[in-house]
């Protein structure tokens, strides 16, 4: 019943640094997707992947790069970390648009940057 | 545009008073509608969903309307429980992108 999977849920980094984060669903969906969740503003798309091989921006993908590795791995990178990339940061998958299919979300990932 | 409204917040209730979330969408077509719910250090997870006019969702207790003479979803419920403390997205989808509401923190108190 594991669903979305996302790695690291805490990660404190120095600016500058850089990481991944990781992302693995098993319901066999085409589609991925990055948010950030910061207060007051709600969920803002990073990066999603519509289907296996191709990645299109979202709302907010500057300082980000996203890499759908296979079906199920869809991996967010943050090259050189700055603070106002400290937020949660959620990965999605949803099956193709067909009569509502839902979009599932990981647990999250708090990252603090200083 | 594309986007979802929805009523700011927070909204705080007694136990077993009746609430009321209000969203309105703007879309071109007819999106699907849809309520998420996260509870604290946790993902969203799917409420109800509707997807076609005059439909209605419905889950736990919660209940929502596709109007699309109004082009609303507003999120109702009889008798809110302290269990029912958390925040509530409100999120229509066109093909593959989805665009959530900012979020309505609700409390409930004993």
């Known amino acids: 019943n594991a669903g979305v999977t996302q790695t690291p849920k805490f990660q404190v980094l120095k600016t500058g640094q850089s990481m991944t984060l990781q992302c693995a669903q098993d319901?066999?969906?085409?589609?991925m997707y990055w948010y950030r969740q910061d207060p007051g503003m709600g969920l803002r798309l990073i990066y999603y992947?519509?289907?296996?091989?191709?990645?299109d921006k979202g709302e907010v993908p500057n300082g980000y790069n996203v890499s759908r590795l296979n079906k199920r791995e869809f991996s967010l990178r943050l090259e050189s970390a700055a603070p106002s990339q400290t937020s949660v940061y959620f990965c999605?998958?949803?099956?193709?648009?067909?009569?509502?299919?839902?979009?599932?979300f990981g647990e999250g990932s708090w990252l603090t940057v200083v | 545009g594309n986007s979802v409204t929805q009523m700011e917040g927070p909204v705080t209730l007694s136990e077993e008073a009746f609430l009321t979330i209000n969203c309105t969408y703007t879309?071109?077509?007819?999106?699907?509608l849809f309520w998420y719910v996260q509870y604290p250090g946790e993902g969203l997870q799917l409420l109800l969903k509707?997807?076609?006019?005059?439909d209605k969702g419905s889950n736990k207790g919660f209940e929502a309307t596709y109007r699309k003479e109004t082009t609303s979803f507003h999120l109702e419920k009889g008798s809110v429980q302290v269990s029912d403390s958390a925040v509530y997205f409100c999120?229509?989808?066109?093909?593959?992108?989805?665009?959530f509401g900012p979020g309505t923190r609700l409390s409930v108190l004993p």
């Open positions: 999605a998958s949803s099956a193709r648009d067909n009569s509502g299919n839902t979009i599932y």
């Open positions: 319901m066999n969906h085409n589609s």
């Open positions: 992947s519509a289907s296996e091989g191709t990645t």
């Open positions: 879309a071109t077509g007819y999106p699907s």
């Open positions: 509707a997807t076609k006019a005059d």
């Open positions: 999120a229509r989808r066109n093909g593959q992108n989805f665009v």
